[in-house]
């Protein structure tokens, strides 16, 4: 069974960090590329970050850009998000997704491009 379980959400004061894992398991996902999105209330979800299979050349949403850092490794199955400089518009659900093909270094940033997801983890930033 194919599972993505995000932790390391919370509270945090404006300007705080905060680091976020996604463990997988079930799939040989160092072959894919891994994603955060985020999804506040009554908006739609946003890209966040990504990294392909080779865990070379991160992109990331422009409202993230400098503050933001995925990364992965593949021994361990786990990808991460660090956030820094968190403001209270970074308040959200953050989710964990895979996708793309196999071995892909072709940049994805839509939601219909992700096969799996997480269950999510709130991030909440007090101003």
């Known amino acids: 069974q194919v599972q993505l379980v995000e932790s390391g959400g919370g509270l945090v004061q404006a300007g705080g960090s905060l680091r976020l894992s996604c463990a997988t398991s079930?799939?040989?996902?160092?072959?894919?590329?891994m994603g955060w999105f985020r999804q506040a209330p009554g908006k739609e979800r946003e890209f966040v970050a990504a990294?392909?299979?080779?865990?070379?050349?991160?992109y990331y949403g422009d409202s993230v850009k400098d503050r933001f850092t995925i990364s992965r490794d593949n021994a361990k199955n786990t990808v991460y998000l660090q956030m820094n400089s968190l403001k209270p518009e970074d308040t959200a659900v953050y989710y964990c997704a895979a996708g793309g093909r196999p071995y892909s270094i072709v940049r994805i940033t839509t939601t219909r491009d992700y096969d799996y997801w997480g269950q999510g983890t709130q991030v909440t930033v007090s101003s």
């Open positions: 079930g799939r040989t996902f160092s072959r894919y590329t």
């Open positions: 990294m392909d299979w080779s865990g070379g050349s991160p």
